[in-house]
T-cell receptor, first 114, second 112 residues
């Protein structure tokens, strides 16, 4: 299995509070991605990173920000959580143009916003 | 129209059956195609890449039809352990970002 971990694995929080999810990889892959998965929508890309300090928006980026200060870590922040952000969040890594263009996923974080 | 469309199922089949899933994609410039498997409450895992010539991995066969823009997955001799959701995945054609577009998934339930 690819060396990807996510923390926390489960979180319950209240509307209006800030939340940060962490993705950590040991594969030295250049690209990292954050997705959310909801019933009826499949996996949707929130943000992605193509290197340290290099990030870009995905399909559903509103209400989310990201940061990547080290190759191995990619943080997803909900500045002020809303109930619509209740979801399962997956991080993924790949190395397009390098060792692999397939994406490998972390175990996911279940977030509930009350 | 969704960029990647799959029949969500569920497909309920007996053990030993052969089952086929189809998927269509909208961007003719897409170059990479995959099937991922996702077990309940788990992360998606790569099942197989799909090549133009078709490819086989044990009981699983994937086919790509670029002219019709559809991808198929055939599972022969279904096992109980094949029960899962199968995601059809296509790369976003613009740039080398590695961005993937996921279908909603097709749920397979194999019964004894």
């Amino acid at each position: 299995d690819a060396g990807i971990t996510q923390s926390p694995r489960h979180k319950v929080t209240e509307t209006g509070t800030p939340v940060t999810l962490r993705c950590h990889q040991t594969e030295n892959h250049r690209y990292m991605y954050w997705y959310r998965q909801d019933p009826g929508h499949g996996l949707r890309l929130i943000h992605y990173s193509y290197g340290v300090k290099d990030t870009d928006k995905g399909e559903v980026s509103d209400g989310y920000s990201v940061s990547r200060s080290k190759t191995e870590d990619f943080l997803l922040t909900l500045e002020s959580a809303t109930s619509s952000q209740t979801s399962v969040y997956f991080c993924a890594i790949s190395d397009p143009g390098g060792s692999t263009d397939t994406q490998y996923f972390g175990p996911g974080t279940r977030l509930t916003v009350l | 129209r969704k960029e990647v469309e799959q029949d969500p199922g569920p497909f309920n089949v007996p053990e030993g059956a052969t089952v086929a899933f189809n998927c269509t994609y909208s961007n003719s410039a897409s170059q990479s195609f995959f099937w991922y498997r996702q077990d309940c409450r788990k992360e998606p895992k790569l099942l197989m890449s799909v090549y133009s010539s078709g490819n086989e991995d044990g009981r699983f066969t994937a086919q790509l039809n670029r002219a019709s823009q559809y991808i198929s997955l055939l599972i022969r001799d279904s096992k109980l352990s094949d029960s899962a959701t199968y995601l059809c995945v296509v790369n976003e054609a613009s740039g080398n970002t590695g961005k993937l577009i996921f279908g909603q998934g097709t749920t397979l339930q194999v019964k004894p």
